[in-house]
């Protein structure tokens, strides 16, 4: 069963006072999440991460479409027993301490007074969060209000976590800790869908990812399939290759590179396929010294495929 | 309502630390014990002044803490964004907005409790310090349990004053949610007057429309009977009971419109 399913969730918003116009802030989303996935939404900043979220917590509702939690339509009473969730800058009530804060949600999943204290503590250790949980949440920095944030998502042993932006107003030893909680979740059989932009976070944590540009879709997968061996062509090194070959063969070949003692480091382009290209080097006389695919990071998909819908947007607001 | 009782626990702990609430609280348990001060220098007024003034500084008070919080109970909660890890736990849009309002009522009462004990112990200070002789010019005695019917009737007031501003931060921006409060408060105060507007005014149209406001609005002088009780005249049972049953239905009335506006709003 899909942990999170969503078809064609659009949200519009209208902006302008004299003049409202629709502003388009999620087009027609379309994605599931599988149970146990560890899932990274990523996307710049306005991209719909947080709109998405708010959708799936019904704090807001959508123009059209559709989306399912577990199994059942969003904002279901009965499903939020099985969920956490981290808002992004979460605020909490200022005259409670954070002990008292997550007694208090802990009460809201019918756990006794005793149990939330018990809990709380015991979340509190996980995050952090020491002497300091008796303090009232006023005198708490970002950081540690952020640390709340996440233990207050897992006070009910949650079967599915939303995190949005979990590692904001983290210090580096914080984001450790975090990034080591979200994978003893996933160790324990919960989903964790988080939304960031720091890529180094998703490609350390997620088993796959989506990234969101303006609104729309541009791409999901494994970080294997995004990052795809081939996808950005190959890297081949030859030795004994003639100068007549090199040119005879140059509309397949990117790029050469000299590297001395005859041999060549040959860049093919995607369209290139090695094994058609290796049998004509080898019958002019080359030997294959080495054949690698080049890879390339979750950084260069995100910034490929986020300029990619910027420019469709564009050219389609010229066309119109 | 398990949820709604969690809820309403949550706005009373964070309430009675909240240092405004404490401050106006106490500004109005000193108003009252200054009032005995002033009371010394008028002769055989001095239990009316400090009736008056007590009766005056709780429904004050209570106004403003009723308007002022019950505004910021949803509206600050948006704001601050600290109402979506709410709403992200099994609790629904309509146990919020209850827990909330019977969070604050539950506070303003205990508020008012303190306020009654100050002001009937400020009149039990001045009943022990005055001659008998001095005592047989006042309308009422100093510790007229009737003036607990007062109270009463304010702490129903400030029911009503919490679920107006409510009602009204549901939709509007708080400082508009105010002075809508506000006006409910002041007409509602006229609504005698309102009613009977006909026979001070020669117009076809202001006395409908007058006739018409009358009908929307809470009648708030049926609940007013601070005049009364400061000057010994008897409160019946039953005004209080239909002014209360009515108050209570108009209660109810705009917390229905302010959960159904409410579980239809963006939370942006």
């Not at chain 1, 802030?25 to 560890?38: I, K, N, Q």
């Not at chain 2, 003034?53 to 949803?74: D, E, K, N, P, R």
Request: proline fraction near 4%.
């Amino acid at each position: 069963m899909d942990a999170i399913k969503t078809d064609g969730l659009t949200k519009h918003y209208q902006v302008g006072f004299w003049r409202p116009r629709p502003y388009v802030a999620l087009d027609s989303l379309s994605l599931s999440v599988a149970t146990g996935e560890v899932f990274g939404f990523l996307g710049p900043n306005g991209a719909g991460k947080t709109t998405t979220l708010k959708l799936l917590m019904q704090l807001i509702y959508p123009t059209s479409g559709h989306a399912e939690i577990l199994g059942s339509p969003v904002g279901d009473v009965a499903v939020k027993r099985r969920i956490g969730y981290l808002p992004e800058n979460p605020y909490f009530y200022d005259n409670l301490t954070a002990e008292e804060l997550l007694v208090y949600f802990a009460r809201m999943f019918g756990y006794s007074a005793k149990d939330g204290r018990d809990r709380a503590s015991r979340l509190l250790d996980d995050v952090g969060i020491g002497a300091e949980r008796r303090f009232q949440l006023r005198k708490f920095s970002k950081g540690m209000v952020q640390r709340v944030g996440i233990a207050q998502a897992l006070i009910n042993e949650p079967e599915l976590v939303f995190l949005d932006e979990p590692m904001s107003g983290l210090d580096p030893l914080g984001r450790r800790e975090v990034r080591e909680l979200i994978l003893r979740l996933r160790d324990r059989g919960c989903t964790v869908f988080f939304s960031s932009h720091v890529l180094s976070d998703a490609e350390a944590l997620c088993s796959r990812v989506a990234i969101l540009a303006k609104g729309k879709l541009a791409a999901i997968g494994s970080l294997d399939e995004l990052t795809s061996v081939g996808s950005r062509g190959w890297e081949l090194v030859v030795a004994g290759l003639g100068g007549e070959t090199l040119t005879r063969l140059k509309a397949r070949i990117a790029q050469s590179t000299p590297l001395g003692d005859g041999r060549f480091s040959l860049t093919l382009p995607p369209s290139t396929i090695p094994e058609q290209l290796i049998p004509d080097l080898v019958s002019a006389g080359a030997r294959i010294v080495s054949l690698n695919p080049l890879r390339g990071t979750l950084e260069d998909v995100f910034v490929e495929q986020v300029q990619a819908t910027a420019a469709d947007r564009f050219s389609k607001k010229v066309a119109s | 309502m398990r949820s709604i009782a969690i809820i309403a626990g949550g706005v009373f702990r964070d309430s009675i630390r909240d240092r405004i609430g404490y401050g106006l609280v106490f500004f109005s348990i000193m108003l009252m014990a200054s009032s005995f001060l002033l009371a010394q220098l008028t002769a055989g007024q001095d239990v009316k002044i400090i009736k008056d003034l007590g009766l005056a500084a709780a429904s004050g008070i209570g106004l403003f803490i009723a308007t002022f919080f019950g505004i910021g109970l949803v509206t600050k909660e948006v704001e601050r964004r600290s109402i979506y890890s709410v709403l992200s736990k099994p609790v629904t849009r309509t146990q919020f907005v209850i827990g909330k309002y019977l969070g604050l009522v539950l506070t303003l009462l205990i508020n008012l409790s303190i306020m009654v004990a100050a002001f009937y112990a400020v009149l039990w200070y001045l009943d022990l310090t005055t001659v008998s002789s001095a005592k047989t010019a006042w309308e009422a005695p100093a510790m007229d349990p009737q003036m607990l019917k007062a109270f009463a009737l304010i702490g129903v007031e400030l029911m009503l004053i919490t679920a107006t501003a409510i009602f009204f931060s549901t939709f509007s921006s708080p400082f508009l949610s105010v002075a809508l409060t506000f006006a409910v408060y002041v007409v509602g105060h006229f609504g005698e007057d309102l009613k009977n507007l006909n026979s001070i005014v020669k117009s076809m149209v202001l006395p409908f429309v007058a006739k018409g406001v009358y009908y929307v609005m809470p009648n708030l002088s049926a609940l007013d009977v601070k005049s009364a009780v400061v000057h010994g005249l008897p409160v019946s049972g039953t005004s209080m009971l239909l002014a209360t049953g009515s108050c209570l239905l108009y209660i109810a009335t705009l917390l229905v419109g302010s959960v159904l506006i409410f579980s239809r709003r963006d939370l942006k």
